[in-house]
T-cell receptor, first 112, second 111 residues
Framework: GESVGLHLPTLSVQEGDNSIINCAYS??????FIWYKQESGKGPQFIID?????DKRQGQRVTVLLNKTVKHLSLQIAATQPGDSAVYFC???????????FGKGTRLHILP | EAQVTQNPRYLITVTGKKLTVTCSQN?????MSWYRQDPGLGLRQIYY???????DKGDVPEGYKVSRKEKRNFPLILESPSPNQTSLYFC??????????FGPGTRLTVL
């Protein structure tokens, strides 16, 4: 629930604007990356993923960008809506060992 | 409805009293895992299982056990819970396209 959000960086965005959430990953051998959304009181929900042989992938209103040179991942949400308010986590995985490592998360706050 | 279920959703217990949190999925997924979520630390993987009778340690396995006797169930066992295991626990299963489905969470308090 709410205690998950303690100590998290917060991004405040005006409703209708685009949101960009950033994530630095740690393992240069990671080859699979995922973004999750977690609403208050719920489990994380898959949003979009990308493999290391790509640098961009688009979904419905969301785009993930991967920069392997600087080990950086970003999630772009177009035309942010109140329902986008949540904590967003990036996750990385080295597929040969099947362990998934999550980032600390960013809270997205939508301004009316 | 495709889902991951966990029970109980909330549990308050005392140090040393063995407990089990059940996890079940109805999607015939082979991969299942357990995570704990703590403020400031995010989600950390406790154990995972690639298939029946196959389990592996995640990043924080100490103090936990799991079993995978059948594909749909992956219980998390705390043989002797301690206060530092107070946390929010999530079970997840992963489908053939790597999408993970998370359960609703179990909030555990160990006094």
């Amino acid at each position: 629930g709410e205690s998950v959000g303690l100590h998290l960086p917060t991004l405040s965005v005006q409703e209708g604007d685009n949101s960009i959430i950033n994530c630095a990953y740690s393992n240069s051998a990671s080859d699979y990356f995922i973004w999750y959304k977690q609403e208050s009181g719920k489990g994380p929900q898959f949003i979009i993923d990308i493999r290391s042989n790509m640098d961009k992938r688009q979904g419905q209103r969301v785009t993930v960008l991967l920069n392997k040179t600087v080990k950086h991942l970003s999630l772009q949400i177009a035309a942010t809506q109140p329902g986008d308010s949540a904590v967003y986590f990036c996750a990385e995985e080295e597929e040969r060992d099947d362990k998934i490592i999550f980032g600390k998360g960013t809270r997205l706050h939508i301004l009316p | 409805e495709a889902q991951v279920t966990q029970n109980p959703r909330y549990l308050i217990t005392v140090t040393g009293k063995k407990l089990t949190v059940t996890c079940s999925q109805n999607m015939n997924h082979e991969y299942m895992s357990w995570y704990r979520q703590d403020p400031g630390l995010g989600l950390r993987q406790i154990y995972y299982s690639m298939n029946v009778e196959v389990t592996d340690k995640g990043d924080v396995p100490e103090g936990y056990k799991v079993s995978r006797k059948e594909k749909r169930n992956f219980p998390l066992i705390l043989e002797s819970p301690s206060p530092n295991q107070t946390s929010l626990y999530f079970c997840a299963s992963r489908g053939p396209y790597n999408e993970q489905f998370f359960g609703p969470g179990t909030r555990l308090t160990v006094l």
